[in-house]
Nanobody, 122 residues
Framework: QVHLVESGGGLVQAGGSLRLSCVASGLTFRTYTMAWVQQAPAKGREVIAYISWSGSTTAYADSVKGRFTISRDNAKNTVYLQMSRLKPEAAAVYYC???????????????WGQGTQVTVSS
């Protein structure tokens, strides 16, 4: 059974930084594209960053480009999201997801974690 477990969420001041982690089990992690997906209150899920199985390809939503960095450690079955210069509108639940495609569509990701809450105070 596949498990994706996020951690690192919490309360941070606007302008601050936070690093999210997601540990995967039950799948051949090094063969999957991994993504971070943001769901703000009353909004749909948005893929804000993804990284290819090798780590050689990354992509970001315009809203986070230049401030967020996705990375992975295949030896640890872990994907990270370093978030910097956080804005109040970044307050959301953040999910990690695994799939086969390099895609900005949440529908292309097959496995999901339970999410971790990020709150940004202004």
């Amino acid at each position: 059974q596949v498990h994706l477990v996020e951690s690192g969420g919490g309360l941070v001041q606007a302008g601050g930084s936070l690093r999210l982690s997601c540990v995967a089990s039950g799948l051949t992690f090094r063969t999957y594209t991994m993504a971070w997906v943001q769901q703000a209150p009353a909004k749909g899920r948005e893929v804000i960053a993804y990284i290819s199985w090798s780590g050689s390809t990354t992509a970001y939503a315009d809203s986070v480009k230049g401030r967020f960095t996705i990375s992975r450690d295949n030896a640890k079955n872990t994907v990270y999201l370093q978030m910097s210069r956080l804005k109040p509108e970044a307050a959301a639940v953040y999910y990690c997801a695994a799939g086969r495609a390099l895609s900005h569509s949440p529908n292309d990701f097959n496995y999901w974690g339970q999410g971790t809450q990020v709150t940004v105070s202004s």
